[in-house]
């Protein structure tokens, strides 16, 4: 089994930056690519960003490309995401996943871990 816990979430001020954080522990060779997805209040979960870490294959969403960075420590077992330039439409509950598989996919059937969750509020 895997376990995720996120770290990092909280309130900003529209324009500020947070860091979130995921460890990974448990089987974690089941976790070659992790990622994050999002939830808002009332809209369904949508994906964010992932990584491969053993190929280094990177995909964003096209709203966040330009202002959040995933990146991995693969000796800690962990990725984080540096989120810059938030705007209140990222405020949502980020959530991160880990699959088994070198791919990085998009949809949310894709992976088999999840983390409980950490809520991420931009103010305007």
């Known amino acids: 089994q895997v376990q995720l816990v996120e770290s990092g979430g909280g309130l900003v001020q529209a324009g500020g930056s947070l860091r979130l954080s995921c460890a990974a522990s448990g089987r974690t060779s089941s976790t070659n690519t992790m990622g994050w997805f999002r939830q808002a209040p009332g809209k369904e979960r949508e994906f964010v960003t992932a990584?491969?870490?053993?190929?280094?294959?990177?995909r964003y969403r096209a709203s966040v490309k330009g202002r959040f960075t995933i990146s991995s420590d693969n000796a800690k077992n962990t990725v984080s995401l540096q989120m810059n330039s938030l705007t209140p439409e990222d405020t949502a509950v980020y959530y991160c996943?880990?699959?088994?598989?070198?791919?990085?996919?998009?949809?949310?059937?894709?992976?088999?871990?999840w983390g409980q969750g950490t809520q991420v509020t931009v103010s305007s």
């Open positions: 990584i491969s870490r053993s190929a280094g294959t990177i």
């Open positions: 996943a880990a699959r088994a598989g070198t791919m990085v996919l998009t949809v949310e059937s894709g992976y088999t871990y």
